[in-house]
């Protein structure tokens, strides 16, 4: 039998089918794909907002008893030569120099690992004297900041110093690298609290809550400054109603102090001490340009010199300074990055801009520091670097604008650290994969290649002491036997 088409049905299906159309096209012209897009600037990932911040300044309006819990544990002190007493090591450069050959490959499954350490979520890294490892933690249970000492041999904890202190969750919470030396190790917490204790029994000394007593804002991320102590004195940089101060590890008594007229605050970034125009100099990048303060007997804390025309959002990578009183500071959120001359003449100090560019113009780094090295930059461009992005990068010195080489488009790199030891790149990515390169000038070389933490967000600087490589994601570390057998 012939079915005869309905023309009714028929004339009904090609309206509605006109009208969806219609809309389609109407939808699609009208359509903003960009419209909930937000401009990639500091404070968009995960900033505090305002009402926080207040709830913040309120908190800390409640009385926090630095260095008011103590406890002992079973863990003795190594007697592992090597140390690494700070951020980016004895001289500031994040170059090993122990003279303890290393491997020149792994096998498939990596560096032997000796030990492995649960943390508090963040990205605090070790420091390293005397075979014992020195961690800032955070552990959240007890709202508290611990400083935790470690048998660099076998991990196991010797003591710990702590107080109670709420930190909101913010990509984790712990941030910095105490500083040690024979006698003193001096830390810096999140939320800007400075405590100092004896290096071997954790013995409290002295606290300074900065918030308090300089009118220190607490950056947001929280504090990333790492402690400095210079001859027995912790230097610091407050911000707020001093630029930086020196205080007596032994005694808490403050020695000098450097006026800050200008009210500039505490960045992400550290105090490295240099050499500069034959000056020991304590260089800094607050959040109103670059300084520098004399670390001179007789004059300590006297400001030399500073430089407004730096002043990035978020500035967290340390200054690098070169022996001919050149100095590198670089920041992230697309501030690119800057490179001053120091200028002396008849004692007076001044700097001169040689080149500032932005981020896809030459070096430049989010988090972490460059590395100095053969008269040439070893670097993890950030990600609005253009072609470069995440890219390792060698600059030669003479022009940083025009890499060396660089690892090439196929193998990027995140914010995580690097360093250098045995004429070799350490490199660990955001996930956990450990790189180890030749530290020439003449290319990109991978010597070995290992998936060493199993978390994310590894950022937190390396150490590496006795042939023990010290890495961590966000909530472990471990000790890598990198040694040469």
Known sequence: MKIKPDKNAFTLSTSVTGFAATMCLSWWISYDPVYDFVPNIPGMDNKPSASELAKAKKANSEVVNIGEFTESFDGTPSDLPGDWPRLRGSEFDNINTDKIPLAESWPEEGPPQLWSIELGEGHAAPAVKNGRIYLLDYIEDKKEDALRCFSLADGKEIWRRSYRVHVKRNHGFSRTIPAVTDSFVVSIGPRCHVMCVNAVTGEYLWGIDLEKDYDTETPFWYTGQCALIDDGVAVIAPGGKALMIGVDCATGEKLWETPNPKGWQMSHSSIILATIKGKRTYVYCSSGGLIGVSAEEGEKGKLLWQNASWSPSVSAPSPVVLEDGRIFATGGYGAGSILLQVIEKNGTFSTEKILKFKPDEGMS???????????????????DAGVLRKQLVCYPSDDITKPAWTSGNTVRFGLGPFMIADDKIFVLNDDGLLKMLDASTRGYKELASAQVLNGHDAWGPMALAAGRLLV???????CLDVRKK
Do not use: L
């Not at 989010?366 to 590395?371: L, S, W």
């Open 365 to 383: 780094s989010e988090q972490q520091t460059p590395i100095f090295y053969k008269n040439h930059f070893f670097n993890i461009q950030p990600k």
């Open 472 to 478: 961590r994601d966000s909530r472990k570390m471990v």
